[in-house]
């Protein structure tokens, strides 16, 4: 296989995605609520009078969790403690949310959009083998939901140390669990499943099919990721790193036998026309 | 003796269904070297099908390929990196630009980027590769579409209905450009359901039904094959004197369309008919043998076809498609 083709393939797509602004405004829009807007909002209410109580019953809450989990959880004050709470726990879901809703929109599109577009054709005829088609499309679909979301990270990290940090009494983000969960959990969600949607891509008979079948697919990851990240809770660095293992595992399974479910007769619209 | 020196494309007891379908049923065809092909047929005929068993697209049910020397169930990657292939629609990127969409095709094939405007010139597309092919005419995608497959210099050209959708003029230069390449010695494989097409154009013409090769050859050979009995148009002033022509010994039908065209036994017994009409007070002011062209090749053939079952094997005087180059 030739990573030079992979990429061939993948930056033709990027490319393509670069100059449509139908796809990356919704895309910056999205970023733009979960990493922006809904951080602003839930992190303001806790810094606003009208809110001490709500705030309290918060910090009492996060008091009473068991050691280890408390341990976690920094801020002398109800105020900071539920600051810091709401800014590392409850948007941690986010993270894996952002990725997997850009990405898999071009990974529905992978194959069957380009079997609509005629372009299958060409590439059922070109000399790159199957397994460098996969791989490229798999990257194109992978990189526009893992840049997204690394950018969005950053603009997360600076509206959370600017809103919450004077009350928790400092910059205090990312945390460890925050930079396991970019760099080591979410690459592999992502692989795993646009693993299953590029191979979807490959089976169903139109991109609308495709779509639903990805909306299926990236519904029970986002449910796993927030099962996942409410273990970061009781020890954000061994649950990031175990849970990010079992995902590499199965993405590599996934990705290494993605590739046997696209063929180039797949690439065809083979019966269509005789 | 080696095949790879003689047939550029070789295909023996092909067969490949799509369900039920057999879109292509026991195709034996073979296209020397430096040669132009047409494949003839309608919809359905096995048309694309066959191109796509060519590069390995497709893995045939049964029966084996050979193109240039090589299996392309084993050598796939190898045959197409030397094939150039315009699919029916010309799969094109619209929303890029007719030189990214060039770019692309040059760094699949390991062709230099150099070649992009030299490809691009020779289709006459050079003035428009900036553009976005979305605003592209269907004549300018498909140049474009013909550019890409030169790009890497392949040795064989598959296009695969290059006109459809073509106005005259266009399709005109498309021909010629097609033309041009076969006279650089590249083996060419075209399909269209256009007669006309392949005439002027083709050393082979191989017309397809069914998925089958049905008849093979040179199409003046193909011609001779199956209109063996010659038409003659002829007018004239007084045409109602033309109606009872089907009864004069000789003629085997006569059918009025535009002027009256005369199926005759032989062309030896034009004088006598001729005479017999001046005899009979008709004033003549046309009379000419009517060219066989492929559309009545095609319609002939169909007619016996539909008279004949077709055989299991080609009769042993047609072999489907072997031709001298």
Not at chain 1, 231 to 244: D, H, I, K, S
Not at chain 2, 221 to 239: F, G, K, Q
Request: net charge negative; charged share 20%.
């Amino acid at each position: 296989m030739s990573w030079s083709n992979v990429w061939t393939v993948a930056r033709i797509d990027l490319h393509r995605l670069f100059i449509s602004k139908d796809y990356w405004i919704p895309m910056v829009i999205l970023g733009g609520i979960f990493f922006v807007f809904i951080p602003w909002v839930l992190l303001g209410v806790v810094t606003r009078p009208q809110s001490l109580e709500i705030v309290q019953q918060i910090g009492d809450v996060l008091t009473s969790l068991p050691g280890t989990a408390a341990d976690v959880v920094q801020g002398e004050t109800a105020a900071a403690r539920a600051a810091y709470s709401r800014a590392v726990f409850l948007l941690a879901p986010v993270a894996i949310v952002v990725p997997l809703t850009i990405s898999s929109a071009v990974g529905a599109q992978a194959i069957v959009g380009e079997r609509e577009r005629g372009i299958g054709e060409f590439l059922a005829h070109s000399p790159l083998q199957i397994r460098e088609i996969y791989a490229g499309k798999l990257l194109a679909s992978a990189i526009p939901g893992y840049v997204a979301t690394v950018v969005g990270f950053g603009i997360y990290a600076l509206i959370v140390n600017f809103r919450a940090g004077p009350i928790v009494g400092g910059w205090f983000f990312p945390t460890a669990g925050w930079w396991l969960l970019i760099l080591w959990v979410v690459p592999p969600f992502l692989l795993v499943a646009l693993s299953i949607i590029v191979r979807l891509s490959a089976r169903v008979q139109s991109t609308a099919a495709a779509q639903q079948a990805a909306s299926l697919i990236s519904l029970p990851i986002i449910m796993a990721s927030y099962v996942a990240s409410s273990g970061f809770v009781l020890n954000p660095t061994v649950a990031a790193m175990l849970v990010g293992s079992v995902a590499w595992v199965l993405a590599i399974w996934g990705v290494a036998s993605g590739a046997r479910a696209i063929s180039r007769e797949r690439l065809l619209s083979v019966g269509a026309e005789a | 003796m080696n095949r790879e020196m003689t047939a550029g494309i070789h295909l023996d007891g092909v067969s490949r269904r799509f369900g039920v379908i057999r879109a292509v049923d026991d195709l034996t065809m073979s296209v020397p070297r430096g040669t132009v092909a047409v494949l003839l047929g309608p919809n359905g005929a096995g048309k694309t099908t066959t191109v796509r068993l060519i590069t390995g697209s497709l893995r045939p049910d049964a029966g084996t390929i050979d193109v240039l020397g090589l299996n392309p169930m084993e050598d796939g990657d190898e045959i197409r990196r030397r094939c150039g292939v315009v699919p029916p629609k010309p799969a094109l990127y619209d929303r890029l630009s007719g030189r990214d969409n060039l770019r692309y095709a040059a760094r699949i094939w390991g062709a230099s980027e150099d070649t992009i405007d030299e490809a691009a010139a020779r289709f006459g597309i050079d003035h428009a590769l900036h553009l976005e092919v979305a605003g592209y005419s269907t004549g300018m995608r498909t140049r474009l579409a013909l550019a890409r497959a030169v790009l890497h210099d392949p040795e064989i050209l598959l296009l695969d209905e290059p006109t459809a959708g073509l106005d005259p003029e266009s399709a005109r230069a498309v021909l010629d450009l097609i033309r041009e390449l076969a006279g650089s010695g590249r083996t060419v494989i075209m399909t269209t359901h256009l007669l006309h097409e392949a005439e002027g154009i083709a050393d082979q013409v191989i017309l397809m039904g069914a998925g089958r090769a049905r008849a093979a050859g040179h199409p003046i050979e193909l011609a001779n094959r199956y209109m063996t009995s010659p038409v003659v148009i002829i007018d004239a002033e007084n045409r109602d004197l033309l109606k009872d022509l089907d009864t004069h010994r000789g003629v085997l039908g006569a059918k009025w369309n535009g002027a009256m065209h005369v199926t005759l036994e032989s062309i030896e017994v034009l004088p006598d008919m001729v005479a017999a009409l001046v005899r009979d007070g008709v004033r003549i002011t046309r009379i000419e043998p009517m060219a066989a062209t492929l559309e009545h090749l095609y319609f002939e053939m169909q007619r016996q076809l539909r008279d004949v079952p077709p055989p299991d094997t080609p009769p042993p005087d047609a072999p489907p498609a072997e031709m001298t180059p």
